[in-house]
Every structure is written in C-alpha cells, then in structure tokens.
C-alpha cells in the first residue's frame, strides 16, 4: 500500500524554525515527486510547491518562494518543510502528497498524507 | 483562478449532487476532483476530469473541458457529504474554494 506518513502535531512561537517530515512507503521514493500543500483554518488548498526525490529538483509556487524551504532526504525516505522563522499566520493544516508519476509538471495528487497541524501563537 | 458552486448544496440521501467549477481561462482536460472529510486529508475522486481514480464509485463522474466543470454524485450516500475540491494542473495547481455537500 502507498502511504505517506507526516510528523506530529507542532505549537510554536512567533520566529521560532520548524521542520516536518513526510516519510513514504510502498511504492519507489525516488521515482515520484512529492508536493507539499497548505490548509489555513476552516479554508481552501494551497500548493506550496513540489520535489523529486530523486534529485532533490525543487518548485516553488511563487506564493511561497523564500518564505518555506522544500527539501529530500532519499536515504530515509522523507520529504520535509521547513520555516525559518515562522509567523502567526502560517497556522494551517500542511500535507504532503505524491504524484501519479515521475514526469515533470503540474498534475493531481494521491495519495496525500495525513497532514500536519502547525499552531504559531505567542 | 478556480471557481467553485455553490459554496453549500444541501441534498437529501439518494437524491443526485451536481457540482460545478469554473476555470477563468482554459485548463483542457487538466481538471482533477478531491473529497475531503472533516479532519481527514483530500481523497482523490477524479482526474483528466473524467476519470474515476481506483477504488472510487461508479456514482461518482466528472465531465467537462475547457473552462466548465460538473461532478455528479448520482445518488448520494451517507459518507458522500463532505467538502468537494476541483484542482486544475494545466498550469501549477491551484484549487477552487471548495463546495459543502450537506445533508437536508
């Protein structure tokens, strides 16, 4: 069974950094790029951008470029993002998602990690 | 830009669901269909706007090109009320605001 996996749960402070995974499993990880989605509360999708495992090639939706970093480790199998210096208002619900095939360019999604609630609060 | 309608469509159990999503230019067939449950992740319904992902129902379909959209729930079931997604890839994703199917 394909499956992607995200880390827990994260409440952090107003400039603190952040990292969390997305580790896959079932399928060949280097074969299959992974896309990261963002979920603000009670709101809609927003594609972040997208990487290929294999050699870590990396898109930014042009909405997120310099605010998040995209990043692989293959020999783990895990995908991450990550802030630097995090805001209030990156509080959102953010999943992974695999896509159908290894080809570059914009397609669907699936399946999708469970997602991974990030709370920002002072 | 994405438009989906309407934001709340309350349909009774049995009764058919047509959803609509608008595209402001033309995306081909490069319309994909999510349904998403509370506290669950989008499940993929459909994609190259026809096409029934694996393991989806037969009550589910999709139609459309170019810029107008429809998925038809053909009787609605129970665990079919949810939050409805349409995403186009012919340019980098970008999804609609989504469509509440509730119970009425």
């Known amino acids: 069974e394909v499956q992607l996996v995200q880390s827990r749960a994260e409440v952090k402070k107003p400039g603190e950094s952040l990292k969390i995974s997305c580790e896959g499993s079932g399928y060949n990880f280097t074969n299959y790029w992974i896309a990261w989605v963002r979920q603000m509360p009670g709101k809609g999708l927003d594609w972040m951008g997208i990487?290929?495992?294999?050699?870590?090639?990396?898109t930014y939706s042009p909405s997120f470029e310099g605010q998040v970093t995209i990043s692989v480790d293959k020999s783990t199998r895990t995908a991450y993002l990550q802030w630097s210096s995090l805001k209030a208002s990156d509080t959102a619900i953010y999943y992974c998602?695999?896509?159908?095939?290894?080809?570059?360019?914009?397609?669907?999604?699936?399946?999708w990690g469970q997602g991974t609630l990030v709370t920002v609060s002072s | 830009v994405m438009t989906q309608s309407p934001g709340t469509l309350s349909v009774s159990p049995g009764e058919r669901a047509t959803l609509s999503c608008r595209a402001s230019?033309?995306?081909?067939?490069?319309l994909a269909w999510y349904q998403q449950k509370p506290g669950q992740a989008p499940r993929l319904l459909i994609y190259g706007a026809s096409t029934r992902a694996t393991g989806v129902p037969a009550r589910f379909s999709g139609s459309g090109s170019g810029t107008e959209f429809t998925l038809t729930i053909s009787s609605l079931q129970s665990e079919d009320f949810a939050v409805y997604y349409c995403q186009q890839y012919n340019n980098w994703p970008t999804f609609g605001q989504g469509t509440k199917v509730e119970i009425k």
């Open positions: 998602a695999k896509t159908p095939n290894s080809n570059y360019g914009p397609t669907w999604f699936d399946p």
């Open positions: 990487i290929y495992p294999g050699d870590s090639d990396t």
């Open positions: 230019q033309s995306v081909s067939s490069s």
